[in-house]
């Protein structure tokens, strides 16, 4: 799951599709996120996935997001190519 951060809070869109989840379908989730101030999402998304009971990986990606003027151009090719190679990582085991 990605995830981004908007006023210091997980985006409204996340925390809807988080709510939505059964945790009889979902064994485990994978949080990957940008912000431009917060260094993760991980543990505001771990908070709302352990309301519904359904565990977060301790394993994340996080990269710098563009807000305003901060990380211009952020996330950029590289941190997709970063990104890629993470979920590759966690689809091989």
Do not use: W
């Not at 709510?19 to 996120?33: C, G, P, Q």
């Not at 996935?49 to 950029?76: N, S, V, W």
């Not at 997709?80 to 190679?85: I, M, Y």
């Amino acid at each position: 799951m990605a995830s981004s951060v908007y006023a210091t809070g997980v985006d409204e869109h996340v925390k809807e599709f988080i709510s939505t989840l059964d945790k009889a379908m979902v064994k485990r989730i994978v949080n990957l996120s940008t912000a431009a101030l917060l260094p993760s999402t991980y543990s505001q998304v771990q908070k709302l996935l352990l309301e519904k009971g359904i565990p977060l990986d301790t394993r994340e990606y996080h990269c710098r997001g563009q807000f305003a003027f901060m990380h211009r151009g952020k996330p950029d090719a590289e941190d997709l190519k970063r990104a890629e190679d993470f979920a590759k990582g966690i689809i091989k085991g």
